[in-house]
């Protein structure tokens, strides 16, 4: 291996990350810079003074995904911190799967792939229907105009996973007041590490409430499996319980409410295409596929610590140094998805990199997937006139927040 020099110093004037999205249907302008400009490696500046690398062409995203030997250790004193948690809180917790390398992310992981599997999901279909019939049901009952997030986007997936982990659904406020203050850019160290204490202390008592009194929810399921482990390594202990409850609730909420929110806005801003959905509902999986390339929510969520010196596009990366693999900018590499700043539910998906890539993959994309396919169905079928009730120009985007999304869509039809 040897240090090459790029036309354009990547390790010069290190750009303030994340980087906001001028447009709000677009990635950050900068990317087309780093994909196509000669310096798809760029050091950056992430929240805390961090400084680490950004790595933008798809292959390369591809590349460091799905190399095992890379660290995830959220506890490495160069791992790109992503959410606002105080230093000392991360060397006392447990982290979550995201944070772990193996062999304790093997051991978790195989726990959970049961309870996320394509066959496990197409059961919960009808429950889903179920939930998204009445929310719409309720959303006509009320009249237009209203707020898509608070009436649908955000319940839908609350209800569901209070359904799916056994908790009664009077917590779901609780999880979703969770999940928005601790991916908000915004939020202090303090605000933040208070939070995850007062959920640690919910599921502390939820996990210990189903060792005693386990029912037939995913959670009980999990605890169970676990107690039955033979190999006294891989079980885990009641404290790695709790944190796997944790990741469930940070996975579980804010991503699908910020895509079905921010999905039906760029839908509505196709009228075409949402035509061809209507009169084709089979295209809508497809759109689906399109919606989460072309949005990269989670952009700038998946970090890695590098183990080795390693190169990409010329550039160096030396071990022990954080790295940022942008799926965003990968999943708008137009070497792979031509003309990607443009919507078309017709495009060939296969190869984004909304939900990672690699062993740390999204173990809820299965989940994801169906909920926004039932939900996007739905709503443009039972309501043909659905349109926005304000300019799109006017819309709250969360420009402060680590998941990107949408604060209020109001519609009528």
């Known amino acids: ?159 569901l996973f209070c359904e799916l982990l056994g908790v009664p659904g009077a917590d779901a406020d609780f999880f979703r007041r969770f999940a928005e203050a601790t991916t908000n850019r915004n939020a202090t160290p303090e605000e933040a590490g208070a939070l995850h204490l007062e959920m640690d202390a919910y599921l502390e008592r939820v996990v210990t409430e189903k060792t005693k009194n386990p029912g037939d929810d995913l959670l009980s399921r999990v605890i169970r499996k676990n107690a039955e482990e033979t190999d006294e390594a891989k079980r885990l202990k009641h404290s790695s319980l709790v944190t796997v409850a944790k990741m469930l609730v940070y996975g579980g909420f804010d991503t699908t409410a910020n895509m079905i929110s921010l999905g039906t806005v760029v839908l509505l801003q196709h009228p075409e295409q949402l035509a061809e959905i209507r009169e084709n509902p089979e295209l809508t999986g497809n759109a689906v596929e399109e919606l989460l390339r072309f949005l990269s929510i989670e952009d700038a969520a998946t970090v890695r610590v590098a183990t080795r010196d390693l190169e990409f596009g010329g550039v160096v990366i030396r071990e022990g140094e954080g790295m940022v693999a ?38 809820g994309a299965n989940l994801a997937r169906v909920e926004l396919e039932i939900v996007f169905t739905s709503l443009l079928t039972r309501i043909p006139g659905l349109r926005l009730a304000e300019p799109v120009e006017q819309l709250p985007f969360k420009h402060d927040a680590h998941i990107y999304g949408i604060y209020e869509v109001p519609v009528t039809w």
């Not at 090459?4 to 110093?9: G, H």
């Not at 900018?329 to 060939?348: L, M, Q, S, T, Y």
């Open 1 to 159: 291996m040897t240090d090459v020099e790029p036309e354009v110093d990547p390790a010069a004037e290190p750009l303030l990350f994340p980087l906001p999205r001028k447009d709000p249907l677009a990635m950050p302008p900068e990317y087309a810079g780093l994909v196509g400009g000669g310096c798809p490696v760029r050091g950056v500046m992430r929240q805390g003074g961090r400084k680490v690398w950004a790595l933008s062409e798809h292959e390369h995203v591809q590349q460091v995904l799905s190399d095992a030997t890379l660290s995830s250790n959220g506890k490495h004193p160069a791992y790109p911190i992503v959410f606002p948690i105080p230093e000392e809180f991360i060397d006392i917790v447990e982290l979550p799967l995201v944070a772990m390398d193996p062999p304790g992310h093997t051991v978790q992981r195989r726990l959970l792939i049961p309870e996320f599997t394509a066959k496990r999901i197409q059961s919960l279909r009808p429950r889903i229907q179920q939930l998204v019939d009445e929310r719409i049901t309720a959303m006509l009952e009320k009249g237009g105009p209203v707020d898509l997030v608070q009436e649908l986007a955000v319940p839908l997936p609350c209800g």
């Open 326 to 363: 942008l799926n965003g900018a990968a999943n708008w590499d137009e070497k792979v998805f031509p003309d990607p700043g443009a919507f078309d539910i017709h495009r060939e998906t296969r190869g984004h990199l909304a939900f990672g890539y690699g062993m740390h993959q999204c173990l």
